[in-house]
C-alpha cells in the first residue's frame, strides 16, 4: 500500500482521520482537529464519533464492512453538526476516513468559525460558501434599497399630501379624510376659513409679506386643533379643519371665536404690520354616511352666510336649501 505524507494528506483531505486496528485516532487533519478538539490523536474514534446510520457499526471490524457505504455521524459532544464520511482500509486493519459537512457546512462555518482554508481547495463548499456570502450580500443590498424606498416613498406620500408654504395639510389630504369620515359615519365637524382682507396685504405689502402672513396663520390654526384633527390650506386664504368626533357646538363656538381672535391680532412683517381677519363657516355631521362633497358645500354656505353678515365671525351650517337659514351665532369684532 502506498503511504502518503502527512502534508499531503492535510492539504488535500483536512477532515481526515487515521485509525490503526483497534480503531485509535493515529492521526486527523487540521479542520477536524478544530471542531473536534486538539488533542484527538490517540482516542478511540467511535467514542468520540456517533454513528448513527449505519447504525450496525460499533467497532473497528463494523467500520471496515462499511467501507464504500457513506457513513452518517456526528461528535457525541459539543456542537453536534451532521458530519458524512467515507472509509478506506489500510489493508493492514486500519483505515482512513474522510470527513465532510454535506449541506450542512453553512452551518459549520458559523458554528466552529471556519473560513476556506479549512477546506481543501476542490472542495465544492468553497464554492457554496462563495455563493452564500454573496447572496448574503445581494439580500442586504437588496433590504437596504427597499428600506430607501420605502423611505423615499413615505417622503413623497408626505409631500404629495403636505402644503410646501405652510406644512399644513393640502387639498388632496383633507378629500381622503373627508372621505374616510364620511364612509365611516362617525360624527365630526369642519371648519371652513377664509382670511378677511388678505389681498389687500399682497396689494400693498407684497407677496413675500402675504406668505409670511399664511404661515403666522396657520400656526394660529394648528394650534387649535388636535392630534387627530386635521388642518389643512386648501386655496390662496382658504383653510379647513377637520375636528373629528367633535360636534359640541358650544366648544367650537368656543373654538372659532378665539381662532378669530387670534388671526385679528396685527402680525409684524419687517418695519410694518400686516392686519387681516377671518370668516368661518361650520358644518357638524352628527353621524351616518355623508357625501363629502355635500359636506363642503354646507360648509361653503355657512362661510359665505358670515361673510355676508359682515366678516370676522362664524357661522353654523343649518339648512342647505335656505342660506338666510344659516344661524350667525356671535358677531365677533366687526369691521
Do not use: W
Not at 492535510?10 to 477536524?32: E, K, N, S, Y
Not at 379643519?241 to 409684524?268: C, F, K, M
Amino acid at each position: 500500500m502506498i503511504e502518503f505524507p502527512i502534508e499531503m494528506l492535510h492539504r488535500f483531505c483536512p477532515m481526515h482521520v487515521v485509525l490503526d486496528r483497534t480503531g485509535h485516532i493515529v492521526q486527523a487533519g487540521p479542520t477536524l482537529h478544530k471542531i473536534g478538539g486538539d488533542n484527538l490523536d490517540g482516542k478511540r474514534f467511535l467514542e468520540l464519533f456517533e454513528i448513527y446510520r449505519p447504525r450496525s457499526v460499533l467497532g473497528m471490524s463494523d467500520l471496515l464492512n462499511s467501507q464504500g457505504r457513506k457513513l452518517h455521524l456526528r461528535l457525541r459532544s459539543g456542537i453536534r453538526t451532521p458530519l458524512k464520511g467515507v472509509l478506506s482500509g489500510d489493508g493492514r486493519g486500519g483505515a482512513v476516513i474522510n470527513l465532510s459537512f454535506g449541506i450542512a457546512v453553512i452551518d459549520a462555518v458559523r458554528d466552529y468559525g471556519l473560513t476556506s482554508t479549512d477546506f481543501a481547495p476542490t472542495d465544492l463548499a468553497v464554492e457554496m460558501l462563495y455563493l452564500v456570502e454573496a447572496k448574503s450580500a445581494a439580500m442586504d443590498a437588496s433590504l437596504n434599497l427597499n428600506t430607501r424606498l420605502q423611505g423615499a416613498m413615505v417622503a413623497a406620500e408626505k409631500r404629495a399630501f403636505t402644503d410646501t408654504l405652510t406644512g399644513l395639510h393640502n387639498r388632496r389630504a383633507v378629500d381622503q379624510v373627508l372621505d374616510r369620515l364620511c364612509r365611516s359615519g362617525q360624527p365630526f365637524s369642519i371648519m371652513h376659513i377664509d382670511l378677511d382682507f388678505f389681498k389687500q396685504v399682497n396689494d400693498t405689502m407684497g407677496h413675500a409679506a402675504g406668505d409670511h402672513v399664511l404661515k403666522v396663520v396657520s400656526r394660529s390654526m394648528a394650534d387649535t386643533s388636535r392630534k387627530d384633527d386635521t388642518t389643512a390650506r386648501v386655496g390662496g386664504d382658504e383653510f379647513v379643519i377637520i375636528y373629528n368626533t367633535l360636534v359640541n357646538r358650544d366648544r367650537l363656538s368656543d373654538l372659532a371665536g378665539h381662532l378669530i381672535s387670534r388671526i385679528e391680532h396685527p402680525i409684524p412683517f419687517e418695519d410694518r404690520e400686516c392686519n387681516v381677519s377671518a370668516s368661518i363657516g361650520i358644518f357638524c355631521s352628527e353621524g351616518g354616511e355623508q357625501d363629502p362633497a355635500k359636506v363642503m358645500e354646507q360648509a361653503d354656505i355657512a362661510l359665505y352666510a358670515a361673510k355676508h353678515a359682515g366678516r370676522a365671525q362664524y357661522c353654523f351650517f343649518e339648512d342647505q336649501d335656505d342660506v338666510s337659514a344659516a344661524e350667525n351665532t356671535t358677531a365677533i369684532a366687526g369691521e
